[in-house]
């Protein structure tokens, strides 16, 4: 009985005695929120740059815990998120950014010609530079002049213009742009994915006009061209930009059926019904 106290004395102080916590008390959850909202929106700064910002907002944690913290959420040092990829630079520069490019079509008799477009990335605005049977030096660098005015015209901020490394560029197109402060992209070679949403956009062309008409001569190539320019910036919409169009907004959604119901959609027809265009009847 005796010795049944002594160990019931024992355990009663051994608990007493015991620390109720063991370490450092866990941090704040909306601390460990914020270092991650501050390493995901700055890809530059490392744990010790966090935790200098954290100390201007009045947050006082160890530079070991902001460390810690981005090891457990599974985040790079800053050296490693630093190098941006090629997909990123056109994300983040797309306001920037136009491409160009070179593309072949034949005529009825097979002489070939040869189409120079520009397209937006931000907006997927396409502008057809021009066609000819001999993309000269000379005809490429007016080409080039012309875009510039039209930029300036329009106020667009450019910064770069993406091209591939085709010999019909001559150096004075790559001079012209300079001039008026863009700085030209080169693409891989044989990697035209690196000017995608160009590529894409031909494919396009392609698909809906070039593979269904039967091209006569450069100039109605370049009516034809004329008319799918104004059709793919004026109306047709684009997955790449949430199925907006480059020149004309998105109307407000229609909510009631009622509405639906009594609308009167009138078709539109251009290139001799080659492309149809939908909208509501006035």
């Not at 012209?176 to 000017?195: E, F, H, Q, Y």
């Amino acid at each position: 009985m005796l010795r049944w106290h002594r160990d019931l004395i024992t355990r009663r102080h051994a608990m007493i005695s015991r620390p109720k916590r063991v370490g450092r008390p866990p941090t704040v959850r909306s601390i460990r929120v914020l270092v991650l909202r501050l390493a995901r929106e700055n890809n530059s700064w490392g744990y010790r740059r966090i935790h200098g910002e954290l100390l201007v907002l009045g947050i006082k944690v160890a530079a070991s815990t902001v460390w810690e913290m981005l090891k457990d959420a599974g985040i790079d040092p800053a050296p490693d998120r630093t190098s941006q990829t090629w997909s990123a630079f056109l994300r983040s520069q797309a306001q920037a950014i136009i491409a160009a490019d070179f593309f072949e079509t034949s005529t009825l008799t097979g002489a070939r010609l040869y189409v120079l477009a520009v397209i937006e990335h931000a907006t997927r605005r396409v502008r057809i530079l021009g066609a000819t049977t001999h993309p000269s030096a000379a005809w490429v660098t007016q080409a080039a002049r012309n875009l510039a005015m039209d930029i300036e015209d329009a106020g667009c901020r450019v910064k770069y213009l993406l091209r591939d490394r085709d010999g019909k560029y001559p150096p004075l197109f790559d001079a012209i742009l300079a001039d008026t402060g863009i700085t030209v992209v080169l693409s891989g070679v044989r990697v035209p994915r690196m000017n995608s949403i160009m590529e894409r956009w031909i494919q396009s062309c392609r698909h809906e006009l070039l593979d269904r008409t039967l091209i006569w001569n450069q100039a109605h190539l370049l009516h034809a061209l004329r008319e799918y320019e104004r059709h793919f910036n004026a109306h047709r919409p684009h997955r790449g930009i949430s199925n907006a169009r480059p020149l004309r907004p998105l109307p407000d959604p229609i909510t009631d059926p009622a509405t639906v119901e009594q609308m009167v959609i009138r078709r539109n027809d251009r290139l001799g019904g080659l492309l149809h265009e939908y909208e509501h009847a006035a």
